[in-house]
């Protein structure tokens, strides 16, 4: 059990017997009066969002969540379907995946995360390399500054494709690198 002060943003913590990871954390009060901590959390379950407030002595379970190295199957509506080593199959909830839906493709290879013996989302490597499918021609003339523009990335399924804003040098067919924590284009690939 840790108090609610050594609570830290991307914790997991047990919250009326639920599994919340904390998003955000706001400090408020003073030494004197005792501080007081606003969470924003999300369920990570049903991935609902909750804010609550709770004092600096409250105590909280610790979560650590199992992770186990998989690689991106198939679409089973509307189930996405990962397999690990021993050919194990995973499914986990499109609502779980959050952004990690714009950049699967098939054999691709992530962490799937487990709790209570269940996957419930997966984590993508921090960068990946993807193909432009489709990017508007640059402008003649519009080249002052840090220009970006729109650039269509490739998916596992085209309802999902995502959209990354690049400089106005990337065309369709290069080969880009993404920080998939940011969605933000790295270098051309």
């Not at 003073?30 to 409250?58: A, C, H, I």
């Not at 996957?119 to 193909?131: D, G, H, K, N």
Request: net charge negative.
């Amino acid at each position: 059990m840790k108090p609610a002060k050594e609570i830290r943003v991307g914790n997991i913590i047990m919250v009326d017997s639920k599994p919340m990871i904390v998003l955000r954390s706001d400090v408020n009060g003073s030494s004197r009066t005792g501080f007081t901590y606003k969470w924003k959390m999300k369920n990570l379950l049903t991935n609902s969002p909750q804010e609550n407030v709770f004092r600096g002595d409250d105590k909280f379970d610790v979560v650590v969540l199992d992770k186990k190295p998989v690689t991106y199957s198939y679409f089973a509506d509307p189930l996405f379907v990962f397999m690990d080593a021993d050919y194990e199959q995973y499914e986990i909830e499109e609502e779980n995946l959050g952004d990690a839906l714009h950049y699967l493709k098939d054999g691709m290879e992530c962490e799937a995360v487990f709790y209570d013996g269940k996957a419930i989302s997966v984590e993508l490597p921090t960068t990946i390399v993807r193909q432009v499918v489709y990017s508007e021609p640059a402008v003649k003339g519009n080249t002052s500054g840090n220009v970006l523009k729109e650039a269509k990335i490739e998916n596992a399924i085209e309802a999902n494709q995502h959209i990354v804003m690049v400089p106005l040098f990337i065309s369709s067919d290069d080969k880009i690198e993404i920080d998939t924590r940011t969605n933000e284009f790295k270098k051309r690939g």
